[in-house]
Every structure is written in structure tokens, then in C-alpha cells.
């Protein structure tokens, strides 16, 4: 059974720092490319970033782009999405999910997400 | 980055059919057979309904549809469950910005 599970969130300050992570099992781990969406509250969802199966290629989306990274162990079957320079717009459930072997894949299964607020 | 465009909601009776529209530009919904869809119930993972425009994963029921005409694409379904209450939201691939959802449409059973 594929699962995603999704650790890291909560409290921050505007400025500060936070380690999402993204553990992975019941398939082939290095097969497939790994994404993180966000859903703002009351918010549609939003692609954030993805990386291929054995790490060598990644993308974000604009506005997280140079404070954000994602990076992959494949050792531990986990994706870490780093986000700095956090804002308060950054507040959102993220959610892994799981992409195919090509970058324009569907996302065919994801995890229940992890809450980031940034706030004073 | 802009989202494709979604109707806000849609509302029909137990047993009718709804169709969504997602409408983007030739960059993504038009130039690409990479619609997906996808059914989200509050507070729990998102869904893979259809992939490619049309296809059904493995255990989706048969009630929903997808197409695409130009730069919109639609998801049907058909003989509305109570069940099918939900966002649904589309995505496509964009060549610019890899990855984009729709603005999201909140289906209401009445």
C-alpha cells in the first residue's frame, strides 16, 4: 500500500525557519518524481516544488523560489522540503505527493498534509 | 503563475450529471493531454480521479468523465452521489511553470 506521510509543521515567525518532511513506502521510491502542493485556509491548491527520482533535477514554483529547497534521501525512502525566509502568505497545509516517472505525470497519491502557520 | 479557471460551484440532485469546466491557455490546458483531476474532502488527502484528460485510475468509479475542447477541459459526472460531495480541482502541465491547479469547485448535492 503506497503511504505518504507528511512531519514538520507549525508555529513560526515571519523570517524564521522550517523542515517539512515527507516519508514514503510501498513503492519504488527512486522511480518517481515527489511534489509538495499547498492548500492556504480557504484556498484553492498550489504547486510549490518537485524532484526527480534520484534527485538531480528540481523546480518551484515563483514564489518560494531561492527560500525554499527540496532534496531527497533515497536511503530513507524521504523527501525534506527546506523553507526560510518564511512570510506570513506561506501559512497553508502542504501536502507530498507522489508524480510518476515523468515531471508531467498526474500526482496519483498523496499524504493528509502538515499545517504551517507563520505568525507573530 | 495564474491558476486555470474553475466555476466556483456546482450544485445538482442525487442522481443527475454535472460537468466542470476548466479553462487555461494553449501554454497548458491546450497544449498538453495532462489534465488531471482531482476530489478533495476537507481535512483529508486529495484524490486522483482522471489523468491524461479522459482516463480512469485503477478503483475510480466509471461515473466520472473527463474531455478536453481546445484550452477547456471538463470533468462529468454522472448519476451525482451523496458521496460526491467535495472540491475538485483540475491541473495541467505548464511549460513554464511545470505544474498548475484550477481555482477549485465545490460540488454540492442537494
Known amino acids: 500500500e503506497v503511504q505518504l506521510v507528511e512531519s514538520g509543521g507549525g508555529l513560526v515567525q515571519p523570517g524564521g525557519s522550517l523542515r517539512l518532511s515527507c516519508a514514503a513506502s510501498?513503492?519504488?521510491?527512486?522511480?518517481?518524481?515527489i511534489h509538495w502542493v499547498r492548500q492556504a485556509p480557504g484556498e484553492g491548491l498550489v504547486w510549490v516544488s518537485h524532484i526527480n527520482g534520484d534527485g538531480s533535477s528540481t523546480n518551484y514554483a515563483d514564489f518560494v523560489k531561492g527560500r525554499f529547497t527540496i532534496s531527497r534521501d533515497n536511503a530513507k525512502n524521504t523527501v525534506t522540503l527546506q523553507m526560510n525566509s518564511l512570510r506570513a502568505e506561506d501559512t497553508a497545509v502542504y501536502y507530498c505527493a507522489k508524480g510518476g516517472s515523468y515531471n508531467w505525470n498526474p500526482l496519483d497519491y498523496w499524504g493528509q498534509g502538515t499545517l504551517v502557520t507563520v505568525s507573530s | 503563475q495564474s491558476a486555470l479557471t474553475q466555476p466556483a460551484s456546482v450544485s445538482g440532485s442525487p442522481g443527475q450529471s454535472i460537468t466542470i469546466s476548466c479553462t487555461g491557455t494553449?501554454?497548458?490546458?491546450?497544449?498538453?493531454?495532462?489534465v488531471s483531476w482531482y476530489q478533495h474532502h476537507p481535512g483529508k488527502a486529495p484524490k486522483l480521479m482522471i489523468y491524461?484528460?479522459?482516463n480512469r485510475p485503477s478503483g475510480v468509479s466509471n461515473r466520472f468523465s473527463g474531455s478536453k475542447s481546445g484550452n477547456t477541459a471538463s470533468l462529468t459526472i454522472s448519476g451525482l452521489q451523496a458521496e460526491d460531495e467535495a472540491d475538485y480541482y483540475c491541473?495541467?502541465?505548464?511549460?513554464?511553470?511545470?505544474?498548475?491547479f484550477g481555482t477549485g469547485t465545490k460540488v454540492t448535492v442537494l
Open positions: 510501498g513503492f519504488t521510491f527512486t522511480n518517481y518524481w
Open positions: 494553449s501554454s497548458d490546458v491546450g497544449g498538453y493531454n495532462y
Open positions: 491524461d484528460v479522459s
Open positions: 491541473s495541467s502541465y505548464r511549460s513554464s511553470s511545470f505544474y498548475v
